[in-house]
Every structure is written in C-alpha cells, then in structure tokens.
C-alpha cells in the first residue's frame, strides 16, 4: 500500500478548507478531508468536485488508526491540547503539520522531538501568520546581526477577517493574560494589551503586547537577547478601546464563555473592519532600528492555508526532508525565496525586505 495520502484534520473549516483546495490541486486524490461533521466533508467534497475523499473523525475518541496505515502527511487545523494524534503520526511514520497558535499546544509537540527523529518523522509548527511569516521575518532581519540580538514585532489584523470559532476564542482568552517574554537575556513578566509602541504598519498606530508564541520561538531558535510581539486592530477605535479596558481590568471578562458567544455573534453580524492584515519585524540596538521587514495583504486565514500548503508541498516532495520538531523559521532555509513562492500564488501581498 502507498503511504501518499494527506490527511487534513478540520479540513471543512476557515482555513482548512483553503488547505484542501491548494493541495487537491496539486495532488488530485491524495487529499482526505477529515473532521466530527461528515455533512460538512461532504459539502466541501461536493465544491472541490469530489478531487478529495472524506472521513468522520473525532480526535478526541479516536477508535481506529487504519487511516494512519496510507498516509504520508497529516495537516492539523484545530488545535488538540493533549498532541495525541501527533503521538500517533509518529508512530506510524507520519509526517506532521500543525497550524496552531498557541504556546502551550507548540509546547507539548515540542516535547516528542526525540520520538520524531527516533520515527524519521517531521513535525513541522508555526505555520501560518503569527506564529509563521512573523518567525520568517524575524529570522531575516536578525540572521546578520552577530551579537546583541533584540527584535519587535508587530502583526496587525483586520475586523472584518471571517474567523473560525477557535480564532476568535483564542484571541478572547489572551486579552487578559500574564505571560513571560525575552528582555536583556532575562525572563520579565508583562500583561498583554499593555505597553504600547507606535510604528508605522498601514499607517501610524499603536500597537500593544500580546502573546503570540512567535516570540517564545524565536527566543531559542534564532537565539535572541530581547523579543516582544505587539498587536493592534485595524479599526484604531477597537483596539483604543480593548486597551483602555485592559487597564480597567475588564478584559478578563472576555475570558467567559457565554460573553464569547455574544461577541462572536457580534462580530459576525457587524463588521467593523476589512480582511486586511499585516506583519513588521524590527531588528534594533540602544540606539534605533537597524533593519525592518514586512508583509501585508488580505485574508488572514488564505494566507495561513497557502503558508501551510506550501509547506506541505515542500515537505511531500522534497527527498530528504529536515526531520525532528522544526518551526518554519529552522525549516526554511531561505526566506526571500520562500516568500517570493508565496507571492507566486497571491500576488496581491505585499513584501518589503
């Protein structure tokens, strides 16, 4: 039996479903659209005009692992906190992407590395936007710097984005954080939402920290001394006033689970914003900015799927692939090329290197 097949796990959502496109495009009958709702894989099936196959599957009560025995790769697109399924890929000598943007997930994948390279299987993490191209950036503003390296981030989303459930749920949750970033060489604690930078990102705004898991990546992977990540909307009203009530302390509100419900509605029902979105690394000394880079476009979520789609394509085709935990920014091994290919197929983004 072949092990060709591509396994997209929540393969009918946001972004999922943009994975799915890209790459039965590419590889016409290798991809299965895997997820709880068999109506929903069959809808999608129905658009993609049945050039993938479906499958009914709950990753919290997996039964049976047989769809493991023909797979090469499998595309994760919600999060699973416990990494079970990624145990699995392992092994079954699975290749494994995971999409998602919380450190406490990537923390847990983190931790089977030595399965992995025990396997020769890839897991391959922080694709999509923040964490994805912000790590691309980061890595190449930094890479010629060779001592004293200190870096900003700076993503900016759009309102109007049509979010998956998760994405809104995420962000909610991390309005009213407390977390540990990189400063000086030494772990400092900061709240998020607070300490506002002004940059220059489709205009001049303020942008406020938050707790991306780029940040945490970089640190150890591209080695550096000082890293923050900062976000803003863009609708600067919203973001004036989230911050404003993060020093109030009513962002911990937005961590309830009926006041999501509403504000997912809300959201949903009245858009306050468009689908644009935008990334900006600084790499900078005690006396300024010594190099920036950045990336903007629209569809936040195309963009995450094209990233993870590209990846996967790299890492089906490629002969001898870099195995073990890799995050895009140690699996990438040249950024402007990597970014050039990404335009190939949306050339409406905009990158300034």
């Given at each position: ?215 945490h990546i970089l640190a150890r992977t591209q080695n550096l001394d000082s890293i923050s990540t900062r976000m803003a909307f863009d609708h600067k009203g919203i973001t004036a006033l989230i911050a404003g009530m993060r ?41 300024g900015v010594l190099k920036e880079a950045s990336i903007s476009g629209y569809g936040e979520g195309a963009v995450t799927a094209l990233v993870a789609a590209l990846l996967a394509k790299d890492l089906l085709d490629k ?35």
């Amino acid at each position: 039996m072949a092990k060709d097949k591509i396994v997209i796990v929540g393969g009918y959502g946001a972004v999922g479903s943009s994975v799915a496109k890209w790459l039965s495009a590419w590889y016409p009958g290798r991809v299965v659209v895997a997820g709880r709702s068999l109506q929903k894989a069959k809808n999608l099936q129905e658009k993609l005009e049945h050039t993938v196959d479906i499958l009914q599957l709950d990753i919290d009560h997996i039964q049976n692992v047989s769809f493991l025995a023909d797979a090469a790769l499998l595309i994760m697109c919600i999060d699973q906190p416990s990494g079970a399924l990624a145990e699995l890929c392992i092994d079954k000598g699975v290749h494994y992407i995971d999409i998602s943007a919380t450190p406490a997930v990537l923390h847990r994948l983190e931790s089977l590395q030595d399965k992995a390279l025990a396997q020769k299987v890839t897991l391959l993490l922080s694709v999509g936007l923040a964490p994805g191209l912000t790590n691309l950036l980061g890595k190449w503003v930094t890479q010629s710097i060779p001592d004293q390296k200190m870096l900003q981030l700076f993503v900016l989303l759009g309102l109007g984005e049509d979010h998956g459930e998760q994405a809104f749920q995420w962000t909610f949750d991390n309005l009213h954080q407390e977390y540990t970033i990189q400063d000086q060489g030494k772990g400092q604690q900061v709240k998020s939402f607070t300490q506002p930078l002004t940059t220059d990102l489709l205009g001049k705004r303020k942008f406020y920290l938050f707790n991306f898991s780029d940040q945490h990546i970089l640190a150890r992977t591209q080695n550096l001394d000082s890293i923050s990540t900062r976000m803003a909307f863009d609708h600067k009203g919203i973001t004036a006033l989230i911050a404003g009530m993060r020093k109030l302390g009513f962002t911990r509100l937005m961590r309830l689970a009926w006041v999501q419900r509403i504000m997912i509605k809300l959201f949903r029902k009245v858009k306050m914003g468009t689908d644009v979105f935008a990334v900006k690394a600084q790499s900078y000394h005690s006396h300024g900015v010594l190099k920036e880079a950045s990336i903007s476009g629209y569809g936040e979520g195309a963009v995450t799927a094209l990233v993870a789609a590209l990846l996967a394509k790299d890492l089906l085709d490629k002969q001898t692939p870099l195995l073990g935990v890799q995050h895009i920014d140690t699996y990438v091994e040249d950024v402007p090329e990597f970014l050039s290919e990404l335009r190939k197929y949306n050339p409406q983004l905009q990158v300034k290197l």
